[in-house]
């Protein structure tokens, strides 16, 4: 049974500053995607992270894979209030199209 | 491109009603997926379908049925709304055999009340 993990669930910041979040999970993977949801909102792709070593950039934030530790990461830089929303990631089940979420991690950047 | 349609958006339902939430994408995608999002859960799987004519259970299925009535169109059924299932209910799309691109599309949600 695939589960998925995200840490921190809750980060507030400092607009300026650095922090990652990551996503574990249990079972083999070969896909796996970051979303961000604004409240009341659906959710918006951010990345898609199809094979180990995979790096992905888009302004403020970059996400990585690690299908062999069963990690990835993204990683904002010099936050700002903008990118305060919250954030899954989302990843499909060896071998099949059951597509599992983790809990997601809310994001708040301070001014 | 409409993407992900569901309807309703909204509704209210007294304890023991029947419902249908509908959704449909047009995107020719052969996998589909029902999902519920409750405060502090994230989103759980209920139901997907990878293809026309096949659905499995997610994490959880108890109290859903779904229908994958053609390519297009994915329905989940309560038969008897509990208010245990009052939340936002998210349908999704997939293609991952499309190169490239291979990101899960989802709707606009079904926010659904059982009182």
């Known amino acids: 049974e695939l589960k998925v993990e995200q840490n921190p669930l809750f980060l507030s910041m400092q607009e300026g500053k650095n922090y990652t979040i990551y996503c574990n999970y249990s079972?083999?993977?070969?896909?796996l995607y970051w979303y961000r949801q604004d409240p009341g909102k659906s959710l918006e792709s951010l990345f898609v992270l199809l094979s180990n070593g995979a790096v992905k950039q888009e302004g403020r934030l970059m996400a990585s894979l690690d299908t062999k530790a069963r990690l990835s990461t993204l990683h904002i830089t010099a936050a700002v209030h903008d990118l305060s929303a919250t954030y899954f990631c989302?990843?499909?089940?060896?071998?099949?199209?059951?597509?599992?979420f983790g809990k997601g991690t809310k994001l708040t950047v301070n001014p | 491109n409409a993407g992900v349609t569901q309807t309703p958006k909204f509704q209210v339902l007294k304890t023991g009603q029947s419902m249908t939430l509908q959704c449909a994408q047009d995107?020719?995608?052969?996998?589909m997926y029902w999902y519920r999002q409750d405060p502090g859960m994230g989103l759980r799987l209920i139901y997907y379908?990878?293809?026309?004519?096949?659905?499995d259970k997610g994490e959880v299925p108890n109290g859903y049925n779904v229908s994958r009535l053609n390519k297009r169109e994915f329905s989940l059924r309560l038969e008897s709304a509990a208010p245990s299932q009052t939340s936002v209910y998210f349908c999704a799309s997939s293609e991952p055999a499309h190169p490239g691109d291979t990101e899960a599309f989802f709707g606009q949600g079904t926010r659904l009340t059982v009182v």
């Open positions: 989302a990843v499909f089940q060896g071998g099949s199209e059951k597509l599992v």
């Open positions: 079972t083999t993977s070969d896909r």
């Open positions: 995107m020719n995608h052969n996998s």
């Open positions: 379908s990878a293809s026309e004519g096949t659905t």
